[in-house]
């Protein structure tokens, strides 16, 4: 292939499959006036489906390297590591062969992937797209959360017992001295329940990892895929074991990321199994985080004060959360922890189990963010 082809291939791919910079169109009257507005979209621009694509050595179809937050193909449920080998009825050997595929097509048109995904071939189906959208579409007075397309990527990495955890990494800087916060999510969710949080996170200063554990299922339209892929193997999924992909989470980070602090985050169920790693293993964690922890593990057959007996090690700063009710459920917890480096919040209002009390929709957010800004100032 000469030169001028590839240059005109290296164009085709850039404008039909890269994150287009434009924000989301505003929903809400109350958006920040400096948020970014969209171009209104028309039926000549570009369709593209968000993905970042190697082809296979066999040329077999190509491979996707990174999924774009909250495009197409992100909605969608494409993954890392997906083979496309067919789009509709065209089937896809290299690159050309399918930039030049939704090429044929205009804006919105729905379209077909036929994919390998790890020895099986699925069905996905996609609406072409004009823009990627961000995170969230900042509100009056909050942190801007819009970040480049070159700070967020899927991360894949083996769980203590090989497991592959699905990961969404979040950079704010490329230095890896930098504060890290590994997030981790309530029962029955995903890693999707950070989508709004982590982006807010790193404009504090923090690079994050919001992991998938084995146990959950679906939150804000995304798909825990190391429960998928546990359920795959018939690999036990409890809250228990979920324990040790928080902790191979934690050492990915530090071996790839994080050489500086690295504070542990989370929620309901996670929440109690990272104040027992952060006892049972004071060398991985700096710092913790904890939305509504308990004593959920009797059901498991642990004792009734597992989560208590491994507070008492516990050497970090540590800030514990949850919604007013829910209180008695971690104040034995929270007496347990030695030394004064330790922050409760419990809110005036209701409040919201989980990490989810960060959620922009709910009025009381705030409060809790602030109680966060407050904890996580001393590792800035």
Request: hydrophobic fraction near 40%.
């Amino acid at each position: 292939m000469n030169l001028v082809r590839l240059i005109k291939l290296f164009l085709i791919c850039f404008f039909a499959l890269s994150v287009n910079s434009v924000a989301q169109e505003t929903q809400q009257e109350d958006f920040d006036k400096k948020a970014v507005q969209p171009q209104e979209s028309n039926r000549t621009e570009r369709p593209f489906i968000g993905i970042q694509m190697f082809p296979t050595e066999d040329n077999s179809g190509v491979r996707i390297n990174r999924v774009i937050a909250r495009t197409s193909a992100d909605r969608a449920g494409i993954l890392v590591n997906d083979v496309i080998i067919k789009m509709d009825d065209t089937d896809v050997p290299d690159r050309e062969t399918l930039v030049e595929a939704i090429q044929q097509h205009e804006v919105g048109d729905i379209v077909v992937f036929t994919i390998r995904r790890e020895e099986k071939e699925v069905k996905v189906k996609l609406v072409l797209s004009s823009e990627a959208r961000p995170f969230v579409v900042p509100r009056k007075n909050e942190l801007q959360t819009e970040m480049p397309e070159d700070r967020w990527q899927q991360a894949l990495f083996p769980s203590e017992d090989g497991l592959e955890i699905m990961a969404e990494l979040y950079l704010k800087s490329d230095d890896k001295q930098s504060p890290f916060i590994v997030l981790c999510h309530q029962a029955g969710w995903s890693r999707g329940e950070y989508r709004e949080i982590a982006p807010k996170l790193v404009e504090l200063g923090f690079n994050c990892l919001a992991i998938d554990q084995r146990s959950g299922g679906t939150v804000n339209d995304v798909t825990n895929e190391t429960a998928r892929k546990a359920a795959e193997a018939k690999k036990e999924a409890t809250y228990v074991d979920a324990e040790q992909d928080m902790i191979a989470a934690i050492k990915w980070a530090r071996a790839n990321h994080a050489e500086g602090k690295v504070l542990l985050w989370g929620s309901s169920y996670s929440a109690a199994l990272a104040l027992r790693v952060a006892g049972e293993h004071p060398e991985l964690v700096d710092g913790v985080l904890a939305f509504a922890p308990g004593e959920y593990f009797i059901r498991f057959k642990k004792p009734a004060d597992w989560i208590a007996s491994s507070a008492k090690k516990i050497k970090s700063p540590t800030l514990i959360t949850s919604a007013k009710h829910e209180f008695p459920r971690w104040e034995a917890i929270f007496n347990a922890i030695p030394g004064d480096t330790k922050v409760k919040f419990v809110p005036e209002t209701k409040g919201n189990h989980g990490s989810r009390a960060l959620w922009a929709k709910f009025d009381d957010s705030p409060e809790y963010w602030n109680s966060v800004k407050a904890f996580l100032s001393q590792f800035n």
